[in-house]
């Protein structure tokens, strides 16, 4: 039987590459397959775990430039039952997109909170200026991002000096 593995967000996130990574170590060391089941909270993915609902979590507890993730670490303190097994380090890269020719026609960057603090030095170095919009929802980001690639009228409303880092 299948082991269930818990992890923040959709296919296609760095929690899912996390996950792969883990599920593929366990194949390794125990010959046991795994279940990858998103939840859409870290807090979610932890009781789940908990519970009984999911046999592991992966879920993050640091990153190295904006130090600990606090919503796990507060929700490990409560759901004490919880044990950690292994630390996993995930390298991550993040890219900006745009329809702008260049840099210095940009004036707004949509982007995750978290992206936005790990390119905090680049992007004060680089894009002073620029009027940053944190989106929580990267659905949501991912949406505004679409349009302005597809759609030609968002090139005459002002998207086409707007970009977005994404990770």
């Not at 082991?3 to 883990?22: D, F, Q, V």
């Not at 991550?92 to 790990?118: D, G, K, R, V």
């Not at 989106?135 to 009228?153: G, P, V």
Request: hydrophobic content about 40%; aromatic content about 8%.
């Amino acid at each position: 039987m299948a082991r269930s593995i818990a992890y923040l967000g959709s296919p296609g996130t760095y929690a899912e590459a996390a996950a792969l990574t883990w599920s593929k170590w366990l194949l390794e060391a125990t010959k046991e397959e795994s279940l990858l089941c998103p939840y859409p909270s870290i807090t979610q993915t932890l009781r789940a775990t908990a519970s009984g609902e999911t046999d592991f979590v992966v879920a993050p507890v640091e990153n190295s430039i904006e130090g600990g993730v606090t919503v796990t670490l507060d929700t490990l303190w409560q759901l004490d039952t919880l044990r950690i097994q292994k630390a996993l380090v995930l390298p991550i890269s993040h890219a900006l997109m745009s329809h702008s020719p260049n840099l210095e026609q940009i004036q707004t960057i949509y982007s995750h909170p978290q992206a936005l603090a790990q390119c905090q030095g680049w992007l004060e170095k680089n894009c002073p200026l620029y009027s940053l919009f944190p989106q929580t929802l990267q659905q949501k980001l991912c949406n505004i991002l679409s349009k302005a690639l597809r759609l030609e009228q968002f090139r005459l409303s002002g998207l086409p000096s707007s970009i977005a880092c994404l990770s």
